[in-house]
Protein backbone atom coordinates (compact mmCIF):
# COMPACT_ATOMS: atom_id res chain seq x y z
CA UNK A 1 0.00 0.00 0.00
CA UNK A 2 1.17 3.13 -0.61
CA UNK A 3 2.26 5.68 1.88
CA UNK A 4 3.31 9.06 2.46
CA UNK A 5 4.25 10.72 6.00
CA UNK A 6 4.71 13.97 6.77
CA UNK A 7 6.66 15.63 9.75
CA UNK A 8 6.16 17.29 12.16
CA UNK A 9 2.67 17.35 12.17
CA UNK A 10 2.64 20.62 13.94
CA UNK A 11 4.73 23.94 14.50
CA UNK A 12 4.93 26.78 15.97
CA UNK A 13 7.64 29.70 14.70
CA UNK A 14 8.30 33.08 14.83
CA UNK A 15 7.86 35.30 12.21
CA UNK A 16 10.70 35.79 10.31
CA UNK A 17 12.28 32.39 10.95
CA UNK A 18 12.84 29.64 8.58
CA UNK A 19 11.21 26.28 8.66
CA UNK A 20 11.82 22.83 6.63
CA UNK A 21 8.80 20.82 6.40
CA UNK A 22 9.25 17.25 5.21
CA UNK A 23 7.45 14.33 3.53
CA UNK A 24 8.57 10.97 2.68
CA UNK A 25 7.10 8.49 0.66
CA UNK A 26 6.42 4.80 0.03
CA UNK A 27 4.93 4.14 -3.30
CA UNK A 28 4.92 1.91 -6.38
CA UNK A 29 5.63 3.20 -9.88
CA UNK A 30 6.00 6.92 -8.54
CA UNK A 31 5.52 10.24 -11.19
CA UNK A 32 5.37 12.88 -9.29
CA UNK A 33 5.03 14.81 -5.72
CA UNK A 34 3.05 17.77 -5.17
CA UNK A 35 2.79 20.15 -2.50
CA UNK A 36 -0.06 22.23 -1.70
CA UNK A 37 -0.92 24.64 1.35
CA UNK A 38 -4.14 24.72 2.70
CA UNK A 39 -5.76 27.27 4.74
CA UNK A 40 -9.42 28.47 3.32
CA UNK A 41 -11.88 25.39 2.06
CA UNK A 42 -9.62 24.16 -0.98
CA UNK A 43 -5.81 23.41 -0.72
CA UNK A 44 -4.07 25.58 -2.74
CA UNK A 45 -1.57 24.18 -5.28
CA UNK A 46 2.31 25.01 -4.68
CA UNK A 47 4.93 22.72 -6.84
CA UNK A 48 4.83 19.89 -8.44
CA UNK A 49 8.46 18.15 -8.13
CA UNK A 50 9.07 14.98 -10.76
CA UNK A 51 13.14 15.48 -10.83
CA UNK A 52 15.67 14.52 -8.21
CA UNK A 53 17.77 17.53 -7.30
CA UNK A 54 16.20 20.25 -9.11
CA UNK A 55 15.23 22.83 -6.50
CA UNK A 56 11.57 24.69 -7.79
CA UNK A 57 11.32 27.89 -6.23
CA UNK A 58 7.86 30.80 -5.82
CA UNK A 59 9.32 33.76 -3.63
CA UNK A 60 10.10 32.86 0.00
CA UNK A 61 9.28 29.11 -0.59
CA UNK A 62 11.10 26.54 -2.12
CA UNK A 63 11.39 22.68 -2.37
CA UNK A 64 13.39 19.82 -3.41
CA UNK A 65 13.07 15.98 -3.85
CA UNK A 66 15.65 13.04 -3.63
CA UNK A 67 13.92 9.85 -5.22
CA UNK A 68 16.83 8.22 -4.04
CA UNK A 69 16.06 8.63 -0.49
CA UNK A 70 12.65 9.05 -1.41
CA UNK A 71 11.59 12.06 0.54
CA UNK A 72 10.94 15.77 -0.18
CA UNK A 73 11.46 19.21 1.78
CA UNK A 74 9.37 22.33 1.70
CA UNK A 75 11.53 25.35 2.66
CA UNK A 76 9.56 28.81 3.87
CA UNK A 77 11.87 31.36 4.47
CA UNK A 78 11.58 34.57 6.69
CA UNK A 79 7.98 33.08 7.80
CA UNK A 80 4.69 35.48 7.77
CA UNK A 81 2.25 35.47 9.22
CA UNK A 82 -0.19 34.75 6.25
CA UNK A 83 2.17 31.66 6.00
CA UNK A 84 -0.04 30.10 8.49
CA UNK A 85 -1.67 26.75 7.61
CA UNK A 86 -1.21 23.14 6.80
CA UNK A 87 0.82 22.26 4.18
CA UNK A 88 -0.03 19.18 2.42
CA UNK A 89 2.27 16.42 0.46
CA UNK A 90 0.93 14.28 -2.16
CA UNK A 91 2.16 11.75 -4.24
CA UNK A 92 0.69 10.37 -7.81
CA UNK A 93 2.00 6.99 -8.53
CA UNK A 94 0.97 4.86 -11.87
CA UNK A 95 -1.15 2.47 -11.44
CA UNK A 96 -1.66 0.70 -14.61
CA UNK A 97 -3.70 1.35 -18.15
CA UNK A 98 -2.41 5.42 -18.25
CA UNK A 99 -3.95 5.84 -15.09
CA UNK A 100 -2.76 6.88 -11.26
CA UNK A 101 -3.04 7.40 -7.84
CA UNK A 102 -3.15 10.39 -5.80
CA UNK A 103 -2.10 9.72 -1.65
CA UNK A 104 -2.60 12.25 0.47
CA UNK A 105 0.33 12.75 3.62
CA UNK A 106 -1.23 13.63 6.66
CA UNK A 107 -0.36 17.79 6.47
CA UNK A 108 1.86 19.81 8.50
CA UNK A 109 0.06 22.53 10.74
CA UNK A 110 1.96 25.85 10.56
CA UNK A 111 1.58 28.55 12.58
CA UNK A 112 3.62 31.59 12.66
CA UNK A 113 3.22 33.77 15.87
CA UNK A 114 4.21 38.14 15.25
CA UNK B 1 -6.54 7.00 12.70
CA UNK B 2 -9.09 8.52 10.76
CA UNK B 3 -10.11 6.41 7.68
CA UNK B 4 -11.71 7.82 4.41
CA UNK B 5 -12.83 5.27 2.13
CA UNK B 6 -14.44 5.78 -1.33
CA UNK B 7 -16.72 3.15 -3.11
CA UNK B 8 -14.44 2.43 -5.85
CA UNK B 9 -10.97 3.26 -7.54
CA UNK B 10 -11.66 2.51 -10.74
CA UNK B 11 -15.30 3.33 -12.54
CA UNK B 12 -16.15 3.78 -16.54
CA UNK B 13 -19.26 4.97 -17.25
CA UNK B 14 -20.69 5.86 -20.47
CA UNK B 15 -21.97 9.70 -21.84
CA UNK B 16 -25.29 10.42 -20.20
CA UNK B 17 -25.06 7.89 -17.28
CA UNK B 18 -26.03 8.59 -14.07
CA UNK B 19 -22.89 8.28 -11.51
CA UNK B 20 -22.99 8.15 -7.88
CA UNK B 21 -19.32 8.59 -5.99
CA UNK B 22 -19.51 7.65 -2.20
CA UNK B 23 -17.32 8.75 0.63
CA UNK B 24 -17.51 7.39 4.22
CA UNK B 25 -15.59 8.59 7.26
CA UNK B 26 -15.16 7.06 10.66
CA UNK B 27 -13.99 10.24 13.31
CA UNK B 28 -17.42 11.67 12.99
CA UNK B 29 -16.16 14.72 11.31
CA UNK B 30 -18.18 17.42 10.57
CA UNK B 31 -16.73 19.01 7.14
CA UNK B 32 -16.96 16.40 4.18
CA UNK B 33 -15.57 17.25 0.79
CA UNK B 34 -15.37 16.65 -2.96
CA UNK B 35 -12.39 17.64 -4.88
CA UNK B 36 -11.68 17.01 -8.77
CA UNK B 37 -7.97 16.84 -9.39
CA UNK B 38 -6.72 17.37 -12.80
CA UNK B 39 -3.38 17.39 -14.45
CA UNK B 40 -1.97 21.05 -14.46
CA UNK B 41 -4.88 22.33 -12.65
CA UNK B 42 -4.24 21.37 -9.15
CA UNK B 43 -7.05 19.94 -6.71
CA UNK B 44 -10.58 21.92 -7.30
CA UNK B 45 -13.36 22.22 -4.57
CA UNK B 46 -16.61 21.06 -5.77
CA UNK B 47 -18.86 20.99 -2.93
CA UNK B 48 -18.66 20.51 0.42
CA UNK B 49 -20.86 20.31 3.30
CA UNK B 50 -20.62 21.22 7.02
CA UNK B 51 -23.67 19.21 8.46
CA UNK B 52 -26.11 16.86 7.42
CA UNK B 53 -28.36 17.73 4.68
CA UNK B 54 -26.20 20.80 4.47
CA UNK B 55 -24.11 21.62 1.58
CA UNK B 56 -22.63 24.27 -0.10
CA UNK B 57 -20.96 25.05 -3.74
CA UNK B 58 -17.41 25.27 -4.30
CA UNK B 59 -15.26 26.44 -7.44
CA UNK B 60 -16.53 24.07 -9.75
CA UNK B 61 -20.63 22.57 -9.21
CA UNK B 62 -21.53 22.77 -12.54
CA UNK B 63 -22.53 19.49 -13.60
CA UNK B 64 -22.94 17.74 -9.78
CA UNK B 65 -25.00 17.71 -7.13
CA UNK B 66 -24.29 16.35 -3.57
CA UNK B 67 -25.89 14.50 -1.03
CA UNK B 68 -25.47 14.29 3.26
CA UNK B 69 -27.83 12.14 4.42
CA UNK B 70 -25.98 11.16 7.31
CA UNK B 71 -22.79 12.60 9.11
CA UNK B 72 -20.23 9.95 8.03
CA UNK B 73 -21.40 9.41 4.30
CA UNK B 74 -20.99 12.29 1.62
CA UNK B 75 -22.27 11.31 -2.03
CA UNK B 76 -21.21 13.24 -5.39
CA UNK B 77 -23.67 12.18 -8.15
CA UNK B 78 -23.08 13.31 -11.75
CA UNK B 79 -26.70 13.43 -13.13
CA UNK B 80 -25.39 12.88 -16.74
CA UNK B 81 -21.57 11.98 -17.14
CA UNK B 82 -20.04 13.81 -20.17
CA UNK B 83 -16.58 13.38 -21.01
CA UNK B 84 -14.81 16.21 -19.05
CA UNK B 85 -16.04 14.64 -16.41
CA UNK B 86 -13.13 12.73 -16.48
CA UNK B 87 -11.00 12.58 -13.74
CA UNK B 88 -9.94 11.85 -10.59
CA UNK B 89 -12.42 12.52 -7.34
CA UNK B 90 -11.45 12.78 -4.16
CA UNK B 91 -13.22 13.07 -0.68
CA UNK B 92 -12.31 14.49 2.53
CA UNK B 93 -13.20 15.09 5.63
CA UNK B 94 -12.13 17.88 8.68
CA UNK B 95 -13.07 17.92 12.59
CA UNK B 96 -15.62 20.99 11.94
CA UNK B 97 -15.65 23.93 13.38
CA UNK B 98 -12.82 25.90 11.38
CA UNK B 99 -12.44 25.09 7.64
CA UNK B 100 -8.62 25.54 8.15
CA UNK B 101 -9.28 21.82 10.28
CA UNK B 102 -6.32 19.43 8.82
CA UNK B 103 -8.46 17.61 6.10
CA UNK B 104 -8.42 14.26 5.59
CA UNK B 105 -8.35 12.45 2.00
CA UNK B 106 -9.78 9.53 0.64
CA UNK B 107 -7.50 7.49 -1.80
CA UNK B 108 -9.26 8.96 -5.04
CA UNK B 109 -11.55 7.52 -7.36
CA UNK B 110 -10.91 7.49 -11.13
CA UNK B 111 -13.75 7.95 -12.98
CA UNK B 112 -13.41 7.43 -17.29
CA UNK B 113 -16.27 8.65 -19.31
CA UNK B 114 -16.22 7.35 -22.58
Known amino acids: EDKVVQSPLSLVVHEGDTVTLNCSYE??????LLWYKQEKKAPTFLFML????IEKKSGRLSSILDKKELFSILNITATQTGDSAVYLC??????????????FGKGTKLSVIP | DVKVTQSSRYLVKRTGEKVFLECVQD?????MFWYRQDPGLGLRLIYF???????EKGDIPEGYSVSREKKERFSLILESASTNQTSMYLC?????????????FGPGTRLLVL
Open chain 2, 92 to 104: ASSLGGSLRETQY
Open chain 1, 27 to 32: VTNFRS
Open chain 1, 50 to 53: TSSG
Open chain 1, 90 to 103: AVEAYSGAGSYQLT
Open chain 2, 27 to 31: MDHEN
Open chain 2, 49 to 55: SYDVKMK
